[in-house]
């Protein structure tokens, strides 16, 4: 039974940061692949970022240089820092969290496990 809690969102102006965390809990969060998607409005739900249980990443084109995933694997947590943000990055964002140590993927449907998602949005 694996929950995923997804922190508060918030609003920021273009070219701001924001840290999202998400607490895991109903197991061990080393032993799992993680990662964060976003879906905005009349669009597929994406990936964003995604890392394995021993910190290998790997990010959408759209968000390199610009966010970082990590994980506190102590504390069963999930990060997102998200700096420079623009408007193209207001969303829903969802954590989510695989069966497995190595990440099958970044599509959603390579992941088990889902949060309720938070939502971020970047004015201009």
């Known amino acids: 039974q694996v929950q995923l809690v997804e922190s508060r969102g918030g609003s920021v102006q273009a070219g701001g940061s924001l840290r999202l965390s998400c607490a895991a809990s109903?197991?061990?969060?080393?032993?799992?692949?993680m990662g964060w998607f976003r879906q905005a409005p009349g669009k597929e739900r994406e990936g964003v970022a995604v890392?394995?249980?021993?910190?290998?990443?790997v990010y959408a084109d759209s968000v390199k240089g610009r966010f970082t995933i990590s994980r506190d694997n102590a504390k069963n947590t999930l990060f997102l820092q998200m700096n420079s943000l623009q408007p193209e990055d207001t969303a829903m964002y969802y954590c989510?969290?695989?069966?497995?140590?190595?990440?099958?993927?970044?599509?959603?449907?390579?992941?088990?496990?889902w949060g309720q998602g938070t939502q971020v949005t970047v004015s201009s």
């Open positions: 989510a969290a695989d069966a497995y140590r190595e990440c099958r993927g970044t599509e959603p449907t390579d992941f088990g496990y």
């Open positions: 890392i394995s249980s021993w910190g290998t990443t």
């Open positions: 109903g197991y061990t969060a080393s032993s799992r692949c």
